[in-house]
């Protein structure tokens, strides 16, 4: 808010009267903003009736802490900032040899994930592995994997997509029907969700092949929302609301089940001790097989001709026009790309979950989707990972933190704040970081070296 | 005929509403090219606040006159729903004009998800229904229309007119224009940019909370999720009518109340949105810049 004051001023004020100055107005606007919100709770009484609670000492503990920040960030964090800055300046330019960490950044993190379910199994035993394995490590691959995926739509070809989430959606739904109705294997389904993602993916993309920017997003969500709102309507098929539930569980690789009533149960076949984790762990792997697929085809696109035409597309459309390559192709060809991935991940979800409903394919998950990608810095496939990690794993070790209750006492939940703290940093983190946390690009093509392009020199692409 | 003429009328209730958010984004978007997407949230905010007032009315005093009683609550939920959305444009996207595109989209999309679960976690995740403010229901002809339907498009009417005189007529409305067409040449000719931005998230405010009040009043329930389903529609409006036009958000809003209420009458109830959405996405392979938005004109 330092633009609300008169630079005039600002230069007979010391620091710490600005600072006062700017507390005072945090203070003030805080207080208008929660008087009725925080100040007051509107409750139902014994009788149904709405009655108004008084909360004003929360309300003057908010507005004191938040002038306090206030008065904190203006008068001691940002001189400091600003001297950082200046002494950086200041000293001579060394180019940092990247060290070893930085140069085998990506084997360095294939290899703890790969240790990852081993690590926590030898640390907390089979039992305590469950949660571990699947809360974190699978959820967040589940993440890391739509958000490449995405990426393909977003990141290479520039195309802004609000409704990634539908593709998912066909994808868990084709594994979830086909799999409970005609009995078939996931490693059947899986490539057949892919594909049917796909076809959704060239289906949206026709008639949204004309409509550039913000007319795009707005179709693209539209086209997310009908997928959800047929999934729940369309009650004879896909049983509403109430989703579908007993979905089967994936075999390993169709040799052993993880099925304990079967008789090639994979603790009888191999003669071990029964547990649930050996499935998290199998999925664990399997999904994370499927990240370093859609990695590698990603990678290896971007050096085909159709990802350079996707990131042609992106710099500049009409360029890449008058070079002579289709944009209809072009463009389909990265939603079907993009939503085969999401499909994947789709059939993945519905196995691990063993039941699905339209509530998990919600617009926020595509925006979650979506904040990944470009939180991760567009296009970088390690920023968009690390952003996954930061913003799902935070979330999700919000559930651990038992011990807040003993600050804030018994009755304090903070899985209540989950999602508004998630709102908060996603804020937070686009502020800090506007061009995502890997914000320079490797060209594909080049002469001689390859040099990382500051982003700034990129476009993100309007079409 | 009655039957028909009863659901235009449904239609145009319903449109009014999403008229006066669908204002907002396109303000918004014909001045700093960006979706708001926390707009929907903003309604909410609006309608909240409301329902917070009536509360506070209802329990100082015996009896408010409605009339009063709504014009209090409509004044206040505009106070303070501008106060919101003013704060979160100085806060989360002024930083981020002049970066690149989708970096204000993203802080819309998680101020949008911060407001909703901060009024959950403040007032609860309940729904929050009031007694019915205006109960009174004239019968002509076989048609039924509610007190509650005239007020909203009275309302709504009186807003829009006082809206195009503040855009068309004044200075202030002149600077608006200016911004929208050429930011930069604007500031050349003094025009104070950051100020008429900001009057303008505070005008789409402004409308977001009366349509959050006239929303409130007219289905007398208000929860934490109701920003989202309006807030899309209402985008869905001001794209269909064309982003950046707005008499096309008015017109998209009544389309899309219009599209609604029909489709629910003839058709299905289930499918009323998809409907909506089919429409617009039809609407938009004839009319890629919708119906009245100008074709974006494109240098190389």
Not at chain 1, 158 to 178: C, E, I, P, R, T
Not at chain 1, 425 to 435: E, F, G, S
Request: proline share 3%.
């Amino acid at each position: 808010m330092a633009v609300t004051v008169n630079p005039e001023r600002d230069a007979v004020a010391t620091p710490i009267q600005r600072a006062l100055r700017e507390a005072f107005y945090a203070g003030a606007i805080a207080l208008g903003l929660f008087v009725l919100f925080i100040g007051l709770r509107t409750d139902q009484n014994m009788s149904n009736e709405l009655i108004l609670v008084q909360r004003w000492g929360l309300l003057a503990g908010v507005v004191i802490a938040t002038a306090v920040g206030r008065f904190l960030y203006v008068g001691f964090a940002q001189p400091a900032m600003q001297r950082a800055k200046e002494d950086k300046a200041k000293a001579p330019a060394v180019v940092a040899e990247a060290g070893f960490v930085r140069r085998n950044f990506t084997k360095i993190g294939i290899g703890a994930l790969l240790l990852y379910p081993i690590v926590i199994v030898l640390l907390v035993g089979f039992q305590g592995s469950l949660k571990w394995v699947d809360n974190f490590g699978i959820q967040i691959l589940i993440y890391v994997m739509l958000a490449w995926g995405l990426n393909i739509v977003v990141g290479l070809a520039g195309l802004l997509d609000l409704g990634y989430v539908a593709f998912y959606a066909v994808g868990a739904y084709a594994y979830a029907l086909l799999g409970t109705h005609y009995g078939l294997s996931f490693w059947i389904l899986l490539p057949a969700a892919g594909c049917m993602a796909a076809f959704w993916g060239v289906l949206l993309g026709f008639p949204v092949l004309r409509l550039r920017g913000d007319y795009l997003a707005i179709v693209t969500l539209a086209f997310g929302e009908i997928i959800r709102l047929v999934l729940i309507n369309w009650r004879e098929v896909t049983n509403g609301s109430a989703g579908i539930s007993g979905i089967p569980k994936v075999s390993f690789f169709g040799l052993m089940s993880f099925n304990v009533s079967d008789p090639n149960y994979i603790a009888k076949v191999l003669g071990i001790a029964q547990s649930g984790a050996y499935y998290k762990i199998f999925l664990y792997y399997l999904i994370l097989a499927l990240c370093l697929l859609t990695a590698f085809v990603t990678i290896r696109l971007r050096r085909l001709p159709v990802g350079r035409a996707w990131e042609a597309l992106r710099e500049d459309e009409i360029a890449c026009r008058s070079l002579g390559i289709n944009t209809t192709t072009t463009k389909l060809t990265a939603f079907a790309t993009g939503a085969m991935f999401g499909g994947f991940a789709g059939s993945f979800f519905a196995a691990r979950q063993g039941f699905v409903s339209p509530e998990s394919f919600v617009f926020l998950e595509s925006a979650i989707i979506l904040a990944i990608v470009v939180l991760g810095g567009m296009g970088s496939l390690v920023g968009i990972a690390i952003a996954a990690l930061v913003m799902i794993g935070g979330t999700e070790i919000l559930r651990e933190l038992d011990f807040l209750k003993a600050v804030f006492g018994p009755d304090f939940t903070p899985e209540l704040y989950r999602m508004l703290l998630f709102g908060m940093a996603m804020v937070i983190v686009m502020l800090w970081k506007p061009r995502g946390f890997v914000g320079s690009r490797e060209p594909t093509a080049f002469l001689k070296e390859r040099r990382a392009v500051s982003s700034s020199f990129t476009k993100e692409g309007h079409g | 005929m009655q039957y028909f003429v009863q659901q235009l009328i449904n239609g145009l209730t319903l449109g009014s509403i999403y008229g006066l958010i669908a204002i907002g984004y396109t303000m918004v978007y014909g001045i700093i090219g960006m979706i708001n997407f926390a707009h929907g949230d903003i309604f909410m905010v609006g309608a909240f606040t409301a329902l917070i007032v009536f509360l506070i009315l209802s329990a100082l005093f015996y009896s408010v006159p409605v009339v009063i009683a709504l014009l209090i609550m409509m004044i206040v939920a505009m106070l303070l729903t501008s106060l919101y959305n003013w704060t979160i444009e100085k806060v989360a996207y002024r930083p981020l004009r002049g970066s690149f595109r989708l970096a204000p989209l993203i802080t819309a999309i998680g101020m949008s998800i911060a407001l909703s679960n901060f009024v959950q976690v403040t007032q609860g995740p309940r729904n929050k229904p009031i007694p019915p403010m205006v109960s009174k229901v004239y019968n002509i002809d076989g048609i039924s229309v509610s007190l509650k339907q005239i007020i909203i498009v009275i309302v709504t009417a009186l807003l829009l007119a006082l809206f195009w005189y503040l855009v068309n007529k004044t200075s202030l409305g002149r600077a608006q224009r200016a911004c929208e067409q050429d930011r930069k040449m604007a500031a050349l000719l003094g025009v104070d940019v950051d100020r008429t931005i900001s009057i303008t998230f505070i005008m789409g405010a402004s409308l977001a909370a009366v349509a959050g009040t006239l929303f409130l009043m007219y289905y007398g329930v208000v929860a934490f999720s109701d920003g989202f389903v309006p807030g899309v529609k209402a985008f869905t409006a001001a794209v269909l009518g064309g982003i950046g036009s707005l008499p096309g958000a008015v017109l998209g809003g009544l389309m899309i109340g219009f599209i609604e209420s029909m489709w629910s009458a003839y058709f299905s109830i289930d499918y009323k949105d998809v409907a909506a959405f089919s429409i617009l996405a039809i609407v938009l392979i004839f009319l890629p810049s919708g119906i009245l938005g100008r074709p974006e004109v494109e240098k190389v």
